[in-house]
């Protein structure tokens, strides 16, 4: 069965994890790394976000691991997620903006009207 923990096994959430404990943030376990680190980059670390984006961020903290998944389009035999640009972010913000920008990217391909204006 799928887990965080499986998930958080991954490439872009071991790299995210090592990122915010350079940013001096303890890592929670119980959510994705990546996550965490989308949320740090807007909070703390000044990246901005549309409301859309950042109330979507907020919710995945708390999402089931096959949603997240679904979400983010993983191939749980693979178990791949790897957004645009991941091997060159060097620093906690650089992942963070990577990160936001494949979330609002998945939102438009999933909800194209979501947080649109009428």
């Known amino acids: 069965m799928l887990d965080i923990e499986t998930l958080n096994s991954m490439q872009v959430n071991e790299k995210a994890k090592k990122l915010l404990n350079?940013?001096?943030?303890k890592a929670d376990t119980a959510s994705l790394y990546c996550i965490q680190l989308a949320k740090w980059g807007y909070?703390?670390?000044?990246?901005?976000?549309?409301?859309s984006v950042s109330e979507t961020i907020?919710?995945?903290?708390?999402?089931k691991?096959?949603?997240?998944?679904?979400?983010?389009?993983?191939?749980t035999d693979r178990m791949e997620y790897a957004p645009q640009g991941l091997q060159e972010a060097k620093n906690p913000l650089a992942l963070a903006q990577i990160i936001i920008n494949?979330?609002?990217?998945?939102?438009?391909?999933?909800?194209?009207l979501y947080g649109s204006v009428e």
């Open 58 to 63: 907020e919710a995945m903290l708390t999402w």
């Open 65 to 75: 691991p096959i949603r997240i998944a679904n979400f983010f389009m993983i191939n």
């Open 22 to 25: 350079e940013a001096g943030i």
């Open 102 to 112: 494949d979330i609002e990217e998945k939102i438009h391909l999933h909800f194209p």
């Open 43 to 51: 909070e703390k670390g000044g990246i901005e976000a549309e409301d």
